[in-house]
């Protein structure tokens, strides 16, 4: 009897530790469709990251020039690319579009004070004073009589400082106002976050709309007024340097 109730105890403490066959079939039913399933999701391709593309991080670059046929000519893109993308930022290209329109509008100035002077339309002919700088003897009749490279030359200090004042009084507004408005509740100026200038100083008195066409005549003018101040002063100072032969 002892030997019999031995007997039945050790099967069923052995069958305790058996798994059941529902249990087992579930699981081979569950193992089965995670088999299924995983050739479904490893042919799945995975989405590849956009940024990755030249597309998604190169920087459009404004003042394309047009050429015929609808065509733009963006020269220099290979360097724009580096300066904006492995080198810079999209901010790096606002800051470098901005120095091309303010060297355009210095440009555009100094052929129109160059073509007046070649023109005789000088300040002897138009203003009261005689003297330029009495103090230093230099008169606007003297100035006019030389070519424009050496009447630049002869300015005494003070003219050079007023130039440079003028053009600083200019700098720091842009640098110091925003929108018209100086910045004074910021800690850090306009200017020297990043793309904070931009070129446009908000002044506006005709009330033009400015929008990308008229900013593409500017740049395009700027552009042609660099080229043309760089030539004329070349032939003025170089004799034969400029490199188109004139028929007279």
């Known amino acids: 009897m002892k030997v019999a109730l031995s007997l ?10 058996a798994p059941s ?9 569950l193992r089965m469709s995670d088999e299924e399933a995983a050739p479904e999701e490893a042919a799945a391709p995975a989405p590849a990251p956009a940024a990755v593309s030249s597309k998604a991080t190169s920087v459009p670059c404004f003042g394309a020039a047009p050429f015929f046929g609808g065509n733009d000519i963006f020269v ?17 290209g606002t800051y470098l579009r901005a120095s091309e329109l303010k ?8 052929t129109v004070g160059y073509a007046f002077h070649k023109l005789g339309l000088t300040l002897d002919n138009i203003s009261p004073h005689e003297y330029l700088s009495v103090t230093q003897n230099i008169k606007f009749a003297d100035l006019a009589a030389m070519n424009p490279v050496d009447a630049m030359k002869s300015l005494p200090v ?4 007023q130039m440079f004042a ?15 408005k100086l910045a004074y509740d910021e800690t850090v100026a306009p200017g020297l ?15 033009i709309t400015v929008d990308d066409r008229r900013r593409l005549v500017e740049l395009q003018n700027g552009r042609a007024a660099m080229f043309a101040i ?19």
Request: aromatic share 10%.
């Open 76 to 92: 220099g893109k290979t360097e724009w690319d580096l300066l904006t993308t492995k080198w810079g930022s999209a901010e790096t």
């Open 103 to 110: 060297h355009g509008r210095s440009a555009m100035i100094a």
């Open 166 to 180: 003028a053009i600083a009084i200019i700098e720091i507004y842009e640098m110091t106002h925003s929108k018209g």
């Open 8 to 17: 039945l105890a050790l099967v069923a403490s052995a069958s305790a530790f």
């Open 193 to 207: 976050q990043p793309g904070g200038l931009t070129g446009d100083l908000g002044w506006n008195p005709l009330k």
């Open 21 to 29: 066959a529902s249990l087992g079939a579930s699981r081979s039913v």
């Open 230 to 248: 760089t030539a004329w002063v070349s032939a003025e100072c170089i004799p034969g340097s400029f490199p188109l032969p004139l028929p007279w």
């Open 158 to 161: 003070e003219s050079w400082g």
